[in-house]
């Protein structure tokens, strides 16, 4: 299995707090992605990086941003969290962005916005 | 994008093969087949993927349509374990670079029985 830890597993918090995902891996991947899982809308990519301190925007940006200092590390916050944002979050590696390469995606993080 | 189309569910006992339809009657020549499947509470899983000929690998097969406008993920022998939702999914080299964007639809629920 490919060597990605996603912390918390579950989390709760409320309307208006700010809330850090981080995504961490052991395969030194360049690419990574985060995605949003919510019923009827299957997975969504909402950031990815493609390097170090290098993103870009998904399609379901708005109201997150994402960094990256280390290979290792892909941070995800929400400056604000509103219950829209309720969601399980996915984050996914992969050694580039050929489509040849498959996406590894952690186990996900279950956030619940009150 | 190119669309898919796969039926919402299927049911198959353990043991037996299965195989799961996909149709992408829009496919371009540059679209790449890829398959993930999601076990319940954890993150997508790659399966295989293919252009043309037919896939092999230890998880399963690929099978193309000789017009490409279809495709069929095939389970050799169901285990429970493989009871998921499988996602066909079209990655397309068109446009040059691509930042690896997955597209999920709402994929097929595999229920497999004892």
């Known amino acids: 299995d490919a060597g990605i830890t996603q912390s918390p597993r579950h989390k709760v918090t409320e309307t208006g707090t700010p809330v850090t995902l981080r995504c961490h891996q052991t395969e030194n991947h360049r690419y990574m992605y985060w995605y949003r899982q919510d019923p009827g809308h299957g997975l969504r990519l909402i950031h990815y990086s493609y390097g170090v301190k290098d993103t870009d925007k998904g399609e379901v940006s708005d109201g997150y941003s994402v960094s990256r200092s280390k290979t290792e590390d892909f941070l995800l916050t929400l400056e604000s969290a509103t219950s829209s944002q309720t969601s399980v979050y996915f984050c996914a590696i992969s050694e580039s962005y050929s489509i040849n390469q498959p996406q590894h995606f952690g186990d996900g993080t279950r956030l619940s916005i009150l | 994008d190119a669309k898919t189309t796969q039926p919402n569910s299927m049911e198959s006992n353990e043991e037996e093969p299965v195989h799961l339809p996909c149709n992408h009657s829009t496919i371009s020549g540059t679209d790449y087949i890829h398959w993930y499947r999601q076990l319940p509470s954890q993150g997508p899983e790659y399966v295989i993927h293919?252009?043309?000929s037919n896939v092999n690998n230890r998880m399963a097969s690929l099978a193309i349509a000789e017009d490409r406008k279809s495709s069929t993920l095939i389970l050799h022998r169901a285990t429970l374990r493989d009871a998921a939702v499988y996602y066909c999914?079209?990655?397309?080299?068109?446009?040059?670079?691509?930042?690896?964007?997955?597209?999920f639809g709402q994929g097929t629920i595999l229920t497999v029985h004892p």
């Open positions: 999914i079209l990655r397309d080299t068109a446009g040059g670079t691509s930042y690896g964007k997955l597209t």
């Open positions: 293919g252009l043309t």
